[in-house]
């Protein structure tokens, strides 16, 4: 058992221009937590237009004391804003949340247990079985019976005093969660997969 372990998160559906730059971003928030172990910390990235289908970080201006890595405290989440919320939001610099997250295992737990303790409760079972021949199924029915949850709404907006983020600077992100934007990174950066030929393209908003 690796016990509790810096763990970092990243959703599946992302496009990110610069590796060596998102992830000494992720090395950043990962120094973060070594100083700051009570920490879960995203990646908060720096705004380019006021995008309404994305989440928001507004962060403090202030970093938290944390003399390995510039952290700052959250003062809140905006989740999917207004087109004027959104534009504000941007005026005031704050940042795209990547849903990318840094912490310990006993962080993520904590969290995970102060907004949604139905979940730990259902893995329960799982525990008991770890390592025997049952696992694999005890996984697979735990999870099939899972509800759906908002992430943001249940865990991480009542828990924003125990977050921290991480401003991720000159890099181009991308959330790749619907057609159109998968066409405009496709478009942005010229690239010509070759079953594109059989696609109709999405007009240039």
Known sequence: ??????????????????????????SAALDGIHSRPDLVVLLGIEARTPETE????????????????????????W??????????????????????????????????????PEVLTAFEPLRRVLGTSREARVAERIYAALPEVNFSERVLVPAAARLGVVRVKGVEWSDLGNVERVFATIRRNGWRPRWLDRVVLPAAG
């Open 79 to 116: 989740e999917k804003p207004s087109a004027d919320v959104a534009r504000a939001l941007l005026s005031r610099a704050c940042l795209w949340n990547s849903f990318v997250m840094a912490g310990r295992v006993s962080a993520f737990l904590d969290l995970v247990a102060a907004g949604m």
């Open 54 to 77: 994305y989440g928001w970080i507004e962060a403090d201006g202030r970093p938290l004391p944390i003399e390995s890595a510039l952290v700052f405290p959250i003062r809140r989440f």
């Open 1 to 26: 058992m690796a016990g509790d372990a810096p763990v970092a998160v990243f959703p599946s559906d992302h496009f990110v221009d610069d590796d060596l730059a998102f992830v000494s971003a992720v």
